[in-house]
């Protein structure tokens, strides 16, 4: 039997995978809070001041941790540098300047930036979701009237 720590392998860091696993998790702890709370329920001091510092951590560490610990880890860990191009399997990504046949440069610094960048998009989406079904949690959803052979609603409305 072979032993395999798979906290080791380079591209696993733990400080990434908690935070991101964490700021998920604090996200979209919200929906079952916002399940229990009935629409225009007032808040108090202490739930308002509360409520503020809990989205002020998450955002916190959405866009402040989160991307930092993959920049970390893409620099230390995996050594994505200015110095590192990307090639591709089998070189077919080989710039000009190197024998290839591609007239740009790819660095994989540039990758490490594109993935920051998808990560902020990722989080900037779940919480405008989050934010759309907070303000539309409780709505009820109107029947249409019956219509008459006319196109006309049968009941008057009040």
Not at 88 to 97: E, R, T, Y
Not at 129 to 150: A, C, D, H, I
Request: glycine share 8%; no cysteine; hydrophobic share 50%.
């Amino acid at each position: 039997m072979i032993a395999i720590d798979v906290l080791k392998w380079p591209g696993v860091n733990q400080a990434f995978i908690v935070s991101f696993v964490a700021a998920v998790l604090l996200t979209l702890a919200v929906l079952p809070y916002g399940r229990r709370r009935k629409k225009g329920q007032t808040f108090t001091w202490g739930e308002a001041m509360l409520a503020s510092t809990y989205a002020f951590g998450v955002l916190f560490l959405t866009y402040g941790v989160v991307p930092h610990q993959w920049i970390d880890h893409a620099d230390k860990n995996l050594g994505w540098s200015k110095d590192k191009l990307m090639l591709g399997p089998g070189q077919i990504l080989k710039p000009q300047s190197l024998g290839g046949w591609n007239p740009i440069t790819l660095q994989y610094e540039a990758l490490r930036d594109i993935i920051v960048v998808l990560i902020h998009a990722v989080f900037f989406g779940l919480h405008i979701f989050v934010v759309v079904w907070w303000q539309n949690r409780g709505k009820e959803v109107q029947k249409e009237l019956p219509m008459s052979t006319y196109g006309r609603p049968l009941v008057k409305k009040a």
